[in-house]
């Protein structure tokens, strides 16, 4: 089967950022004079909620910080994610967070040969663009048909809906597509979309329940770097290229 598109996500997988992200919340929550902090372990379990606003409530809920007892909850949480998002920036633009291995030779080989390339993530649209920006190309967000981001659909990950967003924008079939991936939650996404999936993990992922994924890699190697497979296996090379992703789709 020829490959038509490869629909990335993008936190965990393009590059690893939610290190910055949880940096940005707890900055976000020293600046709203609130003694939160979540600490890496915390934020392991935290991750299991997609979306930064939903994240922040989740936490509430189940953690029940001290906070100042407010009427206006919704926009308490948008108030503090706002801050969180404007130091996300800020630290994007202050250095170039380096992609993960194979990424940009994937996306550019994609290009060469015609394969489309989407993006399908809940983490907010502007981040999405700057981190391409910095850390891809000035140009790289025009190379995808299509960025799903974010609020743009009513049920984040693990609900298929962004990938079915994205699916739709690009006119896409999904038998003829390839989703990558790394974590649970995105996992489920790209599943209940009927996509194909290839998960590279990382640190806060690697425990996590991959069934359906017909490859779990720690990363898409390169020439230089090989590639492990945890599941499934790559068929030729030590690193995932565009024949390796068409095998899969046989
Ligand atoms: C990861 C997420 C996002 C980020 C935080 O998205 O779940 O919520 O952790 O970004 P994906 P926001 O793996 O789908 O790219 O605070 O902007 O949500
Ligand atoms: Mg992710």
Same mark, same amino acid.
């Given at each position: #089967?020829?490959? =038509? =598109?490869?629909?990335?996500?993008?936190?965990?997988?393009?590059?690893?950022?939610?290190?910055?992200?949880?940096?940005?919340?707890?900055?976000?929550?020293?600046?709203?004079?609130?003694?939160?902090?979540?600490?890496?372990?915390?934020?392991?379990?935290?991750?299991?909620? @997609?979306? !930064?606003?939903? +994240?922040?409530?989740?936490?509430?809920?189940?953690?029940?910080?001290?906070?100042? /007892?407010?009427?206006?909850?919704?926009?308490?949480?948008?108030?503090?994610? *706002?801050? /969180? @998002?404007?130091?996300?920036?800020? @630290?994007?633009?202050?250095?170039?967070?380096?992609?993960?291995? &194979?990424?940009?030779?994937?996306? %550019?080989?994609? +290009?060469?040969?015609?394969?489309?390339?989407?993006?399908?993530?809940?983490?907010?649209?502007?981040?999405?663009?700057? $981190?391409?920006?910095?850390?891809?190309?000035?140009?790289?967000? &025009?190379?995808?048909?299509?960025?799903?981001? !974010?609020?743009?659909?009513?049920? /984040?990950?693990?609900?298929?809906?962004?990938?079915?967003?994205? $699916?739709?924008? #690009? &006119?896409?079939?999904?038998?003829?597509? $390839?989703?990558?991936?790394?974590?649970?939650?995105?996992?489920?996404?790209?599943?209940?979309?009927?996509?194909?999936?290839?998960?590279?993990?990382? *640190?806060?992922?690697?425990?996590?329940?991959?069934?359906?994924?017909?490859?779990?890699?720690?990363?898409?190697?390169?020439?230089? %770097?090989?590639?492990?497979?945890?599941? &499934?296996?790559?068929?030729?090379? @030590?690193?995932?290229?565009? /024949?390796?992703?068409? $095998?899969?789709?046989?």
């Amino acid at each position: #089967m020829k490959l =038509a =598109a490869l629909i990335f996500d993008l936190d965990g997988t393009i590059a690893e950022t939610e290190e910055i992200h949880r940096q940005a919340f707890n900055y976000a929550f020293r600046k709203a004079g609130l003694n939160w902090y979540w600490s890496r372990l915390l934020y392991g379990d935290l991750l299991s909620v @997609t979306g !930064g606003k939903e +994240r922040i409530r989740y936490f509430i809920d189940q953690y029940s910080p001290a906070f100042p /007892k407010l009427d206006r909850l919704t926009e308490f949480i948008a108030d503090l994610h *706002q801050a /969180k @998002t404007e130091k996300f920036h800020e @630290t994007l633009l202050s250095g170039c967070i380096p992609l993960r291995p &194979g990424v940009k030779r994937l996306v %550019q080989e994609a +290009r060469e040969a015609g394969v489309h390339l989407g993006i399908a993530t809940t983490t907010t649209a502007s981040n999405v663009t700057i $981190l391409l920006e910095t850390s891809l190309d000035a140009a790289a967000p &025009g190379w995808f048909d299509v960025i799903a981001a !974010g609020n743009v659909v009513p049920r /984040k990950k693990p609900a298929p809906d962004i990938y079915e967003y994205a $699916l739709k924008a #690009m &006119g896409a079939d999904p038998g003829s597509c $390839l989703a990558i991936e790394d974590s649970e939650n995105g996992l489920r996404a790209s599943l209940g979309a009927g996509l194909k999936t290839v998960v590279t993990t990382n *640190q806060y992922t690697q425990a996590h329940d991959f069934s359906g994924a017909c490859l779990v890699l720690d990363h898409l190697g390169e020439p230089n %770097q090989a590639a492990t497979a945890s599941v &499934g296996q790559l068929a030729a090379n @030590t690193y995932v290229d565009l /024949k390796e992703l068409a $095998l899969l789709l046989d």
